[in-house]
């Protein structure tokens, strides 16, 4: 009878290894995605910096700067998320798994380019440059108008169509949830051509509600890891071998 009983609490204690460590992936990759939200500010934020003749106003910079830094935790953010997951969602295919990571890092390399073209016109602004660097200024931010749609706009639409086509053959969470994030690649493409093409400007309604199934899917899916954590009964999570 002590046998039976210690057999059972050596296999409890046994399947609680196993479950712990997929909880902490769950738990640390739900914190980062709800990170990822701190950069809403930043449109009000960069608001000045898009005024014609900012360089010639004077004023504090102090809120492009914190701008910049909000954008650089959501790029560092960004390639966490893919990197807390990578190891499990290797087991279902390595090719999605290993571009999901690619295409964070490309998101957060065009985040990065963004803050400096704006904190090189910040720079331009504190050393009083004259009309002379006007152009200079505003070829600049033009350049992060460009830079944000590419990289804010169309590579999200790409991470989301890898990561829900993973966690729809996955199971790792509700199928429902995995569709948003394929369905909402597509608006989110589309907002970025009709941006591309002059269709529809950057910070149209239309354009942010292009983006509304991305946002949703990944805010959702933050606070479902946060919560739930992955699906036990998944069958990835009894895998030991890459697919």
Same mark, same amino acid.
């Given at each position: ?21 997929? !909880? ?79 295409? !964070? ?40 108008? !460009? ?21 729809? !053959? ?74």
């Amino acid at each position: 009878m002590m046998q039976n009983i210690n057999k059972q609490i050596s296999l409890a204690g046994s399947q609680e290894a196993v479950i712990s460590p997929h !909880r902490k992936v769950s738990l640390t990759a739900g914190l980062f995605y709800l990170l990822t939200f701190i950069s809403i500010p930043t449109l009000s934020l960069y608001g000045p910096v898009h005024e014609p003749g900012f360089i010639l106003h004077p004023g504090g910079d102090n809120h492009i700067i914190m701008g910049g830094m909000l954008e650089i935790i959501v790029a560092l953010a960004g390639i966490a998320t893919a990197v807390v997951l990578y190891p499990i969602l290797i087991r279902q295919h390595r090719t999605f798994a290993l571009g999901l990571v690619a295409s !964070r890092i490309l998101e957060a390399g065009t985040m990065f380019a963004g803050v400096a073209f704006l904190l090189t016109v910040v720079s331009l602004h504190q050393n009083g440059a004259g009309s002379e660097s006007l152009a200079t200024s505003n070829a600049f931010v033009a350049l992060y108008d !460009r830079i944000f749609v590419l990289g804010q706009g169309f590579i999200p639409a790409i991470n989301d169509l890898l990561l829900g086509i993973l966690l729809y !053959r996955s199971r790792l969470v509700p199928r429902s949830l995995s569709v948003i994030g394929i369905a909402g690649a597509f608006p989110l493409v589309a907002g970025y051509l009709a941006t591309v093409f002059g269709v529809i400007d950057r910070v149209s309604p239309l354009a942010g509600l292009s983006a509304v199934p991305v946002a949703v899917f990944e805010f959702s899916l933050g606070v479902y890891l946060i919560v739930k954590g992955f699906k036990p009964d998944a069958p990835l999570l009894t895998q030991t071998q890459c697919e």
